[in-house]
């Protein structure tokens, strides 16, 4: 888990506001996965990103979720117009090797904690 | 895609048991690992096993690919150990999660 780093930990929002999740994967990984847990569920696949490609969203939901893979800086996680539906963890993963053929583990970091209001 | 079905869904143990929970994946798969979700939610890397046995201190897990189950053994059981155990198996881009076995160690 050491090195995947995600903020912020905790976010409040009302509903109808934007909500942004930043994830940096660990140093020398270029491969970014978005899971979400809802409560007392298992972690669900969203999107898998490598830089400043979106290669797998098919987690994702349709409307008001975007991710992206910026050439510099953190990943992000905008969810726009929050729902008290989306309030959940949303977990950041990343590894070294590309998703499909990957053998390698995925590293998670600590989450963000969303709750709508 | 995979399914993955972890047993028991719950479990309680007195500290010192020993235990077993199981992880069994409808598909091959390339990866899979164990996790342990804490109290305050943290998810910590257990195991990385695709296939074979390892061991790290009290735990250890076992894959048998071919018939598409992981066995994670917990020996002499802590209250620390408390919190829910995922396995996660992949045949694509991303991890498929059981629903987790929720383990709770009472001193």
């Known amino acids: 888990n050491a090195g995947v780093m995600q903020n912020p930990r905790h976010l409040v929002r009302r509903r109808g506001q934007e909500a942004r999740l930043r994830c940096s994967p660990m140093?020398?990984?270029?491969?970014v996965y978005w899971y979400r847990q809802l409560p007392e569920e298992g972690l669900k696949f969203m999107v898998y990103?490598?830089?400043?490609?979106?290669?797998?969203e098919s987690g994702m939901p349709k409307e008001r979720f975007s991710a992206e893979f910026p050439k510099e800086g953190p990943s992000i996680l905008r969810i726009q117009q929050v729902v008290r539906g989306d309030s959940a963890a949303y977990f950041c993963a990343s590894s070294p090797l590309q998703g499909f053929k990957a053998k390698e583990t995925q590293y998670f970091g600590p989450g963000t904690r969303l709750l709508v209001l | 895609g995979i399914q993955v079905e972890q047993s028991p869904p719950d479990l309680i143990l007195q500290e010192g048991a020993n235990s077993t929970l199981r992880c069994n994946f409808s598909?091959?798969?390339?990866?899979l690992q164990w996790f342990h979700q804490n109290p305050w939610g943290q998810l910590i890397n257990l195991f990385y096993i695709p296939s074979g046995t390892k061991q790290n201190g009290r735990l250890s897990a076992t894959t048998v690919a071919t018939e598409r189950y992981s066995l994670l053994y917990i020996s002499s059981s802590q209250t620390t150990d408390s919190g829910v155990y995922f396995c996660?198996?992949?045949?694509?881009?991303?991890?498929?999660f059981g629903g987790g076995t929720r383990l709770m160690v009472k001193p």
């Open positions: 990103l490598q830089k400043e490609n979106i290669i797998d």
């Open positions: 996660g198996s992949n045949a694509g881009n991303m991890l498929t």
């Open positions: 140093k020398g990984h270029s491969h």
């Open positions: 598909d091959s798969v390339n990866n």
